[in-house]
C-alpha cells in the first residue's frame, strides 16, 4: 500500500510535469488557426450544401470515424448486457425475471403531471435535433439521447410495468441493430455504383433546406435510432436491476 | 479496386448488426455458419488486399475525399502487405475460435456472435488505417468489444474483476492516447498520417514536444501490447475470458498494440524523432528485455493454466518488442514472423486447455494431475506447443528469433540472444511441466496448504461432453500444422522481409498517401535487403540452431526438477523449492490483481519513459 502510494506519487508527479511542458508547447488560446478548420469551413457549404459544419465532419468528411464510434456504442451497450446478466446470474434469486416483478412507490401527482407534460415535447425535440444536423448544431448522436429520455419520463410519471409496456424489449433491440447496420449500409450504396465506401450518391439539394447534404441526414436519422434504441436498452438493463435489488432488500 | 477496401471492415460490422437483429430467430446453426462464413470471406479479402498491395500502396479516400491541394481533409486507408497480411491473420484466428465455439458454449446467444465479428472489424480497421484518430477509433472498439468478450461467460469467481481490471487499464491508456492526438493536431491541424509527419516537418522549436507526445500517443497502445510495466491486466484478463476468446487475446490483439506503435512511428515520427533514436532504442530494449523475463517468471510460477500462457504471452510480446527495439528491417521483419509464429502456437495452447476445461472443469494444473492418459491428442497439442514457443525450427517462431538475434548480433548487442533463450526456456519449461503432470501423470502430490481446490468452473461448459469433437482439437491441429509450414515456406519470409522494408519506408509513404504513388517517388522503390539471415543452406536448417536446442533441453530439464524436485535428493530438493518460492515472492507481490497497483505502474511507467526521451537529446 505504502509502495503504491508512492509509485503513484512519483509517476504522477512526472506526468503532471511533462503534460504540463508540452501544452506550453501548444499554441496558446485562441491562437490556433487550424488548416484543417479553414479548409472544412471553406468547402462545407459549396461542396456538401451543409449549414453546419461539424455534422458535415461527422457525418461525410470523416463520417467512416462515426461508423467506428457508432459501434463502439453499440458494443458498449451489448457489453453493459452482458456483464450485468453475469453480475445478476452470480447473484443467484436476482436474475430480474417476471417472477420478481419490480414495484415501486407511486409518485405525486407533480411529478406525474410535468412528466407526462414533457413527453411530448420531448419526442418532438428529438425528432427535430435528429433530423436537423446538417443545417444546425445537433444530429444523430445528441437527438438519441433526447429522444431515449421520453421512456425515462414515462417511467417516472409511472412505473416500470408502464416503461415496459411502451417499450417492447424485442423492437428496442432489433431497433439498435437495423441503426448500426443501416449506417454500414448506407455507406455501401456507393460501393455498388462503383465509388469508394461512403461517397454521396444522393442529390445535395439546396443549402439550408431540410433534404440538403444528401446521405447526410439518413446517415444521422439511422445514428439516431441506434443511440436511441441502445440508450433505452440500457434504461431497461438498469432500472430492472436497481429495482429487483431494490425489491429484495 | 473501390469494392475491397472497406470490406474487411465493413462486411463484419454489418453481419454483426444482422446477427443481434435476427439471430434470436434463426436456428443456431445457421447463425454459426453465417458469423464463420464472414470471417472466411474478411480473411479472402485480406489476403487479396495483401497480393494487390504488393506492388504499391493502395490509397482509398473514404467518400471519395482525396486531399483538397496536398492537405488530407478525408479519412484514409493506406493498404501495405504488412497491414494487409496482419488482418489476414486476424481473420484467420477468428475463424479458428468461432470453429472452436462451434459445440463449445451450451447456451451461448447471438451477442457473442457480434462481439466477435465487432472485435474482427476493429482488428481490421487497426491494421488498414492511414489516419490517427482513425485507429483511435478502432482501437476504442476493440477495447469496447474486449471488454465484452472478456466477462462473457466468466470461467471464475469474482468474474467481472478481470474485465474491469482490463477495462480501467486500457481506458487509461486511451486516454493518454486521444490527448496525445490532439497534442499533435494542435501543432498540426492534420489527422492523417502522412499529414501529420509533413506538418511536423515544417514546425520550429517543437523541443522535446514530439518524444513527450510520442509516449503519450502510443501509450494506450504500449497497455494493449502489455508491456512492462503496462502488462498487469493481461493475466487477469485471460483467467476469465472463455477460451476462443483467449486466442485472439493473445494472437492477435496483444500484437496488435506494438503493430500500432510501429505503424505510427514509422508513418509519423521516425524522421521527426531521429535525433532520439538511440534513446528510443534503449527503451525499448529495456522494456522489452523486461516483459520477456518477468513474463517468463511468472509464466513458470503459475498453475492455473490459462495464466499461465497468458504470463507467457507476456513474455514473448518482450521478444517481439526486442525487435521492433532494434529499428532495423530485419528485426521487425522477425518480430513479423514471430507474431505469426507465436499467434499459431498460442493459440493451438490455449485450444488445449479449453479443452481440457471443457473435459474436466478445471484449469488447474494439480487438479488435472493425472487425467489427461487418454487424451493423446491434446498432449501431443502441449508437447508440440512447448517445442513451437521455445523456438525450435521448423516452427515460424524459429525464423522469427533467428533474424531478431541476427539483427541484435548486427548491432553488437548479442545479450538480446540470451533474452530470447531465457523467454523460451522458462515458457517452454512451464507448457512441458505442465504436459508432464496433467498427461503423464508425473510429480509429486501436492501436500498442505497447496493441495488443489477441485475448482468449480461449471459455467462455460454445462453437460460435460465424454468426448472431444473435432470441431475443438482440429483448429489446434491445423494452427500447429500451419506454424511448421510457414517456416519451411521460404518465400513467405523473404516477403516478409520486403514488406518490413517498406514498412519503414516513412517518406516513401508519405509520398504514396499525399501525391499518389504513381507519379511522385512511389512507395517501394527502397533497397530490400536480399536475403533473410541464414537461410541459405537448404532453404531452411541453420548452422546456430544450436541456441533452440539448448533451450528446449534446458526447459524440458526444468520441468523435470520442478516435477521431481526430490530426485536430486531431499534436502536439496526442499531448499531448492524454497528458494525458488523465496526469490519468486517480489514478482508475485507486484502481480497483486488489485486496480490501484496497476495505475501506480502505469502513471510510474509513462512518466518515466516520456521523462527519459524529455531528458535526452
Known amino acids: 500500500m505504502k509502495l503504491r502510494l508512492t509509485l503513484f506519487g512519483l509517476g504522477i508527479c512526472g506526468l503532471v510535469a511533462l503534460y504540463g511542458t508540452v ?13 484543417y478548420s479553414r479548409a472544412i469551413n471553406k468547402l462545407c457549404v459549396p461542396q456538401r450544401h451543409v449549414t453546419d459544419a461539424v455534422t458535415a465532419v461527422n457525418f461525410d468528411y470523416r463520417g467512416f470515424d462515426t461508423l467506428g464510434e457508432e459501434f463502439i456504442l453499440f458494443a458498449s451497450v451489448m457489453g453493459t448486457l452482458v456483464l450485468l446478466r453475469e453480475a445478476a446470474e452470480n447473484k443467484g434469486p436476482l436474475s430480474g425475471d417476471s417472477a420478481s416483478e419490480p414495484r415501486n412507490v407511486r409518485p405525486t401527482e407533480a411529478v406525474r403531471v410535468t412528466a407526462l407534460a414533457l413527453v411530448g415535447p420531448t419526442v418532438v425535440f428529438g425528432v427535430y435535433v435528429v433530423t436537423h444536423g446538417q443545417l444546425t448544431p445537433g444530429g444523430g448522436f445528441q437527438g438519441g439521447v433526447v429522444l431515449a429520455t421520453a421512456p425515462l419520463l414515462v417511467y417516472l410519471a409511472d412505473d416500470f410495468k408502464t416503461f415496459k409496456r411502451i417499450t417492447s424489449h424485442a423492437l428496442i433491440e432489433i431497433s439498435e441493430a437495423v441503426g448500426g447496420g443501416m449506417y454500414a449500409v448506407i455507406g455501401a450504396i456507393a460501393l455498388v455504383l462503383s465509388r469508394p465506401y461512403m461517397t454521396n450518391v444522393l442529390p445535395l439539394a439546396q443549402s439550408g433546406g431540410i433534404a440538403s447534404g444528401g446521405i447526410i441526414p439518413l446517415i444521422s436519422i439511422a445514428t439516431g435510432l441506434e443511440v436511441a434504441a441502445g440508450f433505452v436498452l440500457l434504461l431497461y438493463a438498469f432500472l430492472q436491476k436497481t429495482l429487483a435489488e431494490r425489491e429484495s432488500s | 479496386m473501390f469494392l475491397w477496401p472497406p470490406l474487411p471492415v465493413v462486411l463484419p460490422l454489418f453481419t454483426a448488426a444482422f446477427v443481434a437483429a435476427a439471430g434470436p430467430y434463426l436456428p443456431r446453426k445457421l447463425v454459426d455458419a453465417i458469423t464463420l462464413g464472414t470471417a472466411a470471406a474478411v480473411m479472402a479479402v485480406c489476403c487479396l488486399l495483401t497480393l494487390q498491395s504488393s506492388g504499391s500502396a493502395i490509397v482509398y479516400w473514404f467518400g471519395a475525399w482525396v486531399p483538397y491541394g496536398h492537405f ?3 479519412v484514409a486507408f493506406v493498404i501495405d502487405p504488412m497491414g494487409a497480411g496482419m488482418a489476414a491473420f486476424v481473420a484467420f484466428l477468428v475463424m479458428a475460435a468461432f470453429t472452436f465455439s462451434w459445440q463449445y458454449f451450451d447456451d451461448v446467444r447471438t451477442l457473442y456472435h457480434s ?21 483511435f477509433v478502432w482501437f476504442e472498439l476493440m477495447s469496447a468489444a474486449g471488454v465484452a468478450l472478456c466477462g462473457y461467460h466468466a470461467d471464475e469467481t469474482g468474474p467481472l474483476q478481470g474485465a474491469i481490471n482490463f477495462s480501467v487499464m486500457n481506458t487509461l491508456g486511451a486516454f493518454l492516447s486521444l490527448s496525445g492526438v490532439a497534442m499533435l493536431y494542435s501543432r498540426t491541424g492534420a489527422l492523417n498520417f502522412a499529414g501529420i509527419e509533413v506538418a511536423l516537418q515544417r514546425q520550429e522549436h517543437l523541443g522535446v514536444f514530439l518524444p513527450i507526445v510520442f509516449i503519450f500517443v502510443i501509450a494506450g497502445f504500449l497497455v494493449k501490447s502489455a508491456a512492462f510495466p503496462f502488462h498487469f491486466w493481461l493475466d487477469d484478463a485471460h483467467a476469465v475470458a472463455p477460451t476462443p476468446v483467449c486466442i485472439l487475446f493473445s494472437g492477435v490483439m496483444v500484437e496488435l498494440g506494438l503493430f500500432a506503435a510501429a505503424r505510427v512511428y514509422y508513418s509519423v515520427f521516425a524522421i521527426a524523432l531521429l535525433p532520439w533514436l538511440p534513446a528510443l532504442r534503449t527503451l525499448f530494449l529495456a522494456v522489452g528485455a523486461t516483459s520477456a523475463i518477468v513474463g517468463g517468471l511468472m509464466a513458470f510460477g503459475q498453475r492455473h493454466l490459462k495464466r499461465l500462457l497468458a504470463f507467457s504471452t507476456i513474455s514473448h510480446m518482450g521478444v517481439m518488442i526486442l525487435g521492433f527495439a532494434l529499428f532495423t528491417s530485419t528485426g521487425l521483419a522477425g518480430t513479423a514472423l514471430y507474431v505469426l509464429g507465436h499467434g499459431l502456437v498460442k493459440g493451438a495452447l490455449f485450444v488445449g486447455a479449453g479443452i481440457l476445461l471443457n473435459r474436466f472443469q478445471s484449469v488447474d494444473e494439480f487438479a488435472l494431475q493425472n487425467v489427461g492418459r487418454q487424451m493423446p491428442k491434446t498432449a501431443i497439442i502441449f508437447i508440440l506447443g512447448a517445442v513451437g514457443l521455445a523456438g525450435m525450427p521448423p516452427f515460424a517462431t524459429y525464423f522469427g528469433e533467428a533474424a531478431i538475434e541476427h539483427s541484435g ?28 503432470r496433467v498427461f503423464f501423470g508425473w510429480g509429486e502430490k501436492p501436500t498442505g496448504e497447496s493441495r488443489a481446490p477441485r475448482i468449480d468452473l461449471k459455467r462455460e461448459m454445462q453437460g460435460q461432453k465424454s468426448k472431444t469433437p473435432p470441431t475443438m482439437w482440429l483448429p489446434a491441429a491445423v494452427m500447429l500444422i500451419i506454424a511448421i509450414a510457414l517456416g519451411w515456406f521460404t518465400p513467405l519470409r523473404q516477403a516478409i522481409l520486403r514488406d518490413a522494408t517498406w514498412f519503414r519506408n516513412t517518406r516513401g509513404y508519405v509520398a504514396a498517401v499525399l501525391h499518389g504513388s504513381a507519379g511522385g517517388p512511389g512507395q517501394y522503390h527502397v533497397p530490400v535487403p536480399h536475403a533473410m539471415p541464414g537461410m541459405h543452406i537448404g532453404g531452411v536448417w541453420m548452422p546456430d540452431m544450436w541456441r533452440e536446442v539448448i533451450t528446449l533441453a534446458l526447459a524440458a530439464l ?37 486496480i490501484g497497483d496497476y495505475v501506480a505502474w502505469f502513471t510510474v511507467g509513462i512518466a518515466a519513459l516520456a521523462g527519459y526521451l524529455a531528458l535526452r537529446r
Do not use: E
Open chain 2, 115 to 135: 462481439l466477435m465479428l465487432i472485435f474482427l472489424a476493429a482488428m481490421c480497421g487497426m491494421c488498414l488505417t492511414g489516419d490517427i484518430f482513425n485507429m
Open chain 1, 23 to 35: 501544452i506550453a508547447h501548444m499554441p496558446g488560446p485562441g491562437k490556433m488557426h487550424s488548416p
Open chain 2, 409 to 436: 548480433t548486427q548491432a553488437g548487442l548479442p545479450w538480446i540472444s540470451i533474452v530470447i533463450m531465457l523467454s523460451g526456456f522458462l515458457t517452454a519449461g512451464a507448457v512441458l511441466r505442465v504436459a508432464g
Open chain 2, 72 to 74: 488530407p481533409i478525408g
Open chain 2, 558 to 594: 526444468l520441468a523435470a526438477i520442478a516435477l521431481f524436485p526430490y530426485a536430486i535428493g531431499r534436502r536439496a530438493g526442499t531448499a531448492l523449492r524454497h528458494g525458488a518460492a523465496l526469490a519468486m515472492r517480489p514478482l508475485h507481490a507486484i502481480h497483486s490483481g488489485k
